[in-house]
């Protein structure tokens, strides 16, 4: 398509389109000022700043140009030449950024909880675990009131017999394999029956009684049947000791929820015994576990914390006894050092397996990410770009770039100064149609 351009290109053409200008100033020459024509049947989100995901810079009175499903063009407002009876969406001096992904939750087949999380600027959940009965449900892309959030889903969860999920929430969340032989034919019926990506537990619970756990063949097997397939393969894995057998070895691309140190009895109550903060744990009683996720790092594995599942309901007292905050601080030190290896980390508030995570817009997880030291900027990377590669789905959403489908946020205000701005979103596009807009 010859309107999609390269941004070097699109930098190129705003100085070039400024010496137009310049020209035309002086001479008054038929040099075109805005050499980029949007086509009459687009669709333009204007007048605002543009954070396109991708970790470029904002672009200061912005356009996104959008054409059926997909998004044309992104650049300067002044580089275009937009007809009159063009469609523009006004984004009345806020930013206009892709849509929020929210990448692990669950009970979200029912397009009525999607359509909860689409009117908050949220346009595509991904559901990692849910039972086969309840996949044909993702299908439905709305309900009576409007459109529902884009939903892309892992299926049941791959383990062994007897493993999680099985034991704590129903074996119809499980997808049991006995064999790597059985491990491939799960991802083939899995991703046969339209699953984006494949997640596993490497869950043993009480270690006291422990569920068993897939083996590192097992594993394996899992890993090179959905990548021969593109699909990314997830692990629910908390145990240091099986990031370090299972998931690096085996080449896993997403650890959900966050690794922390495991403590003895005995350091457990000199951590609660001391007043010292939470890196003299990581410091004194588990150095080993920076070394491992510097490894996780090396490996280029990316991690979805959860951590509103894990502390949001704590972060949100306003009372915390001394145990409630090292709970907190245990967890958000942990992302916190996974992210100053270099670590990148995605949006994911495990929606529907607790009870006090909330849908639609995913305010305190983003909140949360910002406490474990990433900045807004990288906390809207997290939730958008990165959500959409976890979930598979990297090529076709994430970020405002030429050729991605149009699914687009305007929110009042500057979220990289203040996240309170994804409170109030006034727009969304999805798939290139005007899904909400406090206009209409
Ligand atoms: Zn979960």
Redesign the pocket.
């Known amino acids: 398509m010859g309107e999609r351009r390269t941004r070097a290109r699109d930098s190129r053409m705003v100085s070039g389109s400024y010496v137009c200008m310049t020209l035309l100033l002086i001479v008054l020459s038929g040099c075109a000022a805005n050499d980029r024509r949007v086509p009459v049947d687009a669709l333009v989100v204007a007048n605002g700043t543009v954070i396109d995901g991708t970790g470029g810079p904002a672009i200061a009175d912005g356009v996104v140009v959008v054409r059926d499903d997909r998004i044309l063009a992104v650049g300067g407002g002044a580089e275009f030449d937009i007809p009159g009876d063009v469609k523009v969406l006004d984004a009345r001096g806020g930013t206009i950024l892709p849509g929020i992904i929210d990448a692990?939750?669950?009970s979200t087949g029912d397009p009525a909880v999607r359509r909860a999380f689409l009117v908050d600027g949220v346009t595509t959940v991904c559901n990692?675990?849910t039972s086969l009965d309840r996949l044909s449900r993702f299908e439905q892309a709305s309900v009576a009131e409007g459109p529902a959030a884009r939903g892309f889903f892992a299926g049941p969860i791959i383990t062994v017999p007897g493993g999680y999920p099985g034991p704590a929430y129903g074996s119809q969340f499980s997808y049991e394999v006995g064999t790597p032989e059985e491990a491939r034919d799960a991802v083939n019926d899995l991703l046969g029956r339209g699953a984006s990506m494949i997640k596993i537990a490497l869950a043993p619970g009480d270690p006291r009684d422990p569920w068993p756990v897939l083996d590192l063949d097992g594993v394996r097997a899992v890993v090179e049947e959905a990548h021969g397939r593109g699909a990314p393969v997830r692990a629910?894995a908390i145990e240091p000791y099986l990031v370090e057998e299972i998931v690096l070895p085996a080449g896993l691309d997403v650890i959900?929820?966050s690794p922390f140190p495991i403590l003895s009895a005995e350091e457990e109550s000199s951590v609660l015994e001391s007043d010292d903060p939470p890196s003299q744990l990581f410091d004194v009683v588990a150095p080993e576990f920076e070394v491992l996720m510097a490894r996780v790092v090396e490996q280029g594995i990316v991690m979805v914390p959860?951590l509103d599942?894990h502390i949001g309901t704590l972060y949100k007292k306003i009372d915390r006894s001394r145990i409630e905050q090292i709970v907190i601080d245990v967890h958000v030190e942990a992302v916190r050092r996974f992210h100053l290896l270099g670590g990148s980390l995605a949006l994911?508030n495990?929606y529907?397996?607790n009870p006090d995570v909330e849908s639609g817009m995913p305010l305190t997880e983003m909140r949360l990410l910002q406490a474990a030291g990433l900045t807004p900027h990288e906390v809207i990377m997290a939730s958008t770009r990165n959500a959409a590669m976890v979930c598979g789905q990297g090529d076709r959403l994430g970020t405002l770039e030429p050729g991605k489908l149009a699914d687009i946020i305007v929110v009042d205000g500057n979220p990289l100064t203040d996240l309170q701005a994804f409170e109030t979103v006034t727009a969304i596009v999805q798939g290139g149609a005007l899904a909400y807009s406090e206009e209409h």
């Open positions: 692990h939750t669950h990692v675990g629910h959900d929820h959860t599942a994911g495990d529907g397996a």
